[in-house]
């Protein structure tokens, strides 16, 4: 990754537009909202009108406190958003740029992403898929630090803020952190508002979070190293406590790998969605994922995949509805931990093919 590259493709990219719809895709999380609004900065920056628009509401209370508390503005729109009134749009934080109602409409200006790069159906104006940096927030904390924009003095605290929360959030705490991370900590350290970060960071976990944990730990099912737990129905207002439950299972139990999975009440449909989490960096959680299934993905120790069982939605007897899909789930598992080896390996030699090039080039692959 060339920062300097970077910030001259996304003010390129920039340039060529005057409305910018930035696209939070999924359920946001930190990392998403605080490179979005880092995005957005630096686009009211050189005069191009941006506005971060979310598909999903956001589901964690401490996720809304980074938006509260930082004043970070955003509308939601679950049908998709209208192009209207925009020349342009932008994904942050996402494997792919597809838009439902803006892809083929509008032009993707700006894509980038830290997980493993896939084959997308959209072409953006700028896109950069780099599995160097931990976040997105990272990626765009030293855009930042080069573009020596002259932000306000509270435009610089919140974005500092929100970046650094981002980056803590995807990197486990800084312990999956790289020399990308320690820039950029570096540069958002001074600017930040660290009474925001503990406060925000010490949100306690949820009622309902400790009781998904509590039906995690009563249901877990071990294979060889693998924990793997069904936390049954879930209202889709909590499904980011799926992964909260997988973090602090990898944390707590004896296993190099958890998966979590629940069925996520929608309110005209369902959904099966799992939480991967891993310890092995050998295990390319990617391949594995989309092995089981193309709606899904991951990168180092994280993944997930969503499953859409609408067809299911009117089925009354949904006791024995979750019962074929949880017997089915954990017999997927056992075969993916099986064949583990394989993608194991891949991770492995792909680790060693950027170690190698870094070696001999000098210089960083994506
Ligand atoms: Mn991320």
Not at 125 to 139: E, H, K, P, Q, R
């Amino acid at each position: 990754m060339n920062i300097t590259e970077t910030l001259n493709g996304i003010l390129e990219a920039l340039s060529r537009c005057k409305n910018l719809l930035i696209v939070i895709k999924g359920s946001p999380d930190p990392d998403v909202i605080a490179s979005s609004y880092a995005l957005k900065l630096l686009a009211t920056h050189r005069g191009v009108h941006a506005q971060i628009v979310a598909l999903a509401r956001i589901s964690l209370p401490q996720n809304s406190a980074i938006v509260n508390e930082l004043g970070i503005s955003m509308s939601f729109d679950e049908q998709g958003p209208s192009p209207e009134g925009h020349d342009a749009y932008a994904v942050l934080d996402h494997q792919s740029a597809y838009v439902e109602r803006l892809s083929g409409r509008i032009p993707c200006a700006i894509h980038i992403d830290h997980h493993e790069k896939t084959e997308d159906t959209v072409n953006s104006g700028y896109s950069l898929i780099s599995t160097t940096a931990g976040s997105v927030s990272t990626i765009m904390a030293l855009v930042l630090k080069n573009a020596g924009l002259g932000l306000s003095p509270s435009e610089r605290r919140n974005v500092a803020t929100a970046l650094y929360l981002g980056m803590l959030t995807d990197t486990d705490n800084f312990r999956h952190a790289g020399p990308h991370e320690q820039e950029a900590v570096e540069f958002l350290s001074p600017m930040m508002d660290k009474k925001i970060i503990s406060r925000i960071t010490s949100v306690p976990l949820s009622d309902q979070t400790q009781q998904l944990i509590g039906r995690a730990l009563t249901g877990k099912v071990l294979y060889r190293d693998w924990l793997f737990a069904g936390l049954g129905y879930i209202d889709e207002s909590i499904r980011d406590s799926i992964a909260i439950t997988a973090d602090f299972l990898l944390e707590r139990e004896d296993a190099q790998t958890v998966i979590i999975y629940a069925m996520i009440d929608r309110r005209h449909g369902l959904t099966l969605d799992a939480s991967f989490r891993t310890r092995n960096p050998n295990l390319d959680l990617d391949t594995l994922i989309k092995k089981i299934t193309p709606n899904g993905g991951g990168r180092m120790y994280k993944g997930a995949f969503q499953i859409n069982l609408d067809y299911f939605r009117n089925y009354d007897d949904r006791d024995a509805l979750w019962s074929l899909l949880d017997g089915a789930t954990r017999q997927v598992l056992r075969a993916s931990r099986d064949g583990m080896h394989f993608t194991e390996l891949k991770g492995f030699y792909r680790r060693m093919k950027r170690t190698l090039r870094t070696l001999f080039t000098g210089e960083e692959s994506d």
